[in-house]
């Protein structure tokens, strides 16, 4: 079975710049997570998502930053204009079902220069 | 405040030595993961514990839960130098949805 894919890997924006990092979930999974990871930092929850609902986006940023996970096609996590505070690790993970057991893709990178 | 705090932050030993890293947190955990993530990759997913006392062995790593649920280990036995990562364990608290909070962090690395 194919693990979490994310896409881009590396994904380099100007500043006032819109990201958009996609991350498909394992076959199976329908509850997605995104993660975020600084340099030099640990990782920082940011939103859970299932089909077409947002469970918990107590970890977003309340502006710029959006997150959805559409009935077809991967779940987005979107920033809207990049700042270089912004450059990090993103990691989406999947799970079966409102879970511990998380399963984490290989991450997107991001910079703003 | 970091609320699952990891030690020693780094470690380097020597193939064969054996190495314990410690999660300690304040909060009590309902379940607890330990991972490993290697430079430009995600969190590889290793144990998860979820009874205090518990105690789970994978080849030459074991890991305890403590009694209490607010702490764990990951004791390595004869370490290789395929162990070299950074070692991350995460919780989630009792009472929380599916948001896991990650510890600092031990980075190891193994030589010849």
């Known amino acids: 079975n194919a693990g979490v894919m994310q896409n881009p890997r590396h994904l380099v924006r100007r500043r006032g710049q819109e990201a958009r990092l996609r991350c498909s979930p394992m076959?199976?999974?329908?509850?997605v997570y995104w993660y975020r990871q600084l340099p030099e930092e640990g990782l920082k929850f940011m939103v859970y998502?299932?089909?077409?609902?947002?469970?918990?986006e107590s970890g977003m940023p309340k502006e710029r930053f959006s997150a959805e996970f559409p009935k077809e096609g991967p779940s987005i996590l979107r920033i809207q204009q990049v700042v270089r505070g912004d450059s990090a690790a993103y990691f989406c993970?999947?799970?079966?079902?409102?879970?511990?057991?998380?399963?984490f893709g290989p991450g997107t990178r991001l910079t703003v220069t | 405040t970091q609320l699952l705090e990891q030690s020693p932050q780094f470690l380097s030993i020597q193939e064969g030595e054996n190495l314990t890293v410690y999660c300690n947190s304040s909060s009590v955990f309902s379940s607890l993961q330990w991972y490993r993530q290697e430079p430009g990759e995600g969190p590889v997913l290793l144990v998860t514990v979820v009874t205090g006392g518990e105690v789970k062995k994978l080849k030459r790593l074991t890991f305890q839960f403590g009694d209490a649920r607010k702490d764990s280990s990951l004791h390595i036995t004869a370490a290789q130098p395929g162990d070299t990562g950074l070692y991350l364990c995460a919780g989630l608290i009792t009472g929380t949805a599916s948001k896991l909070t990650f510890g600092t962090g031990t980075r190891l690395q193994v030589t010849l």
């Open positions: 998502l299932q089909k077409e609902n947002i469970i918990d």
């Open positions: 076959k199976g999974h329908s509850h």
């Open positions: 993970a999947s799970s079966p079902i409102p879970t511990y057991e998380q399963y």
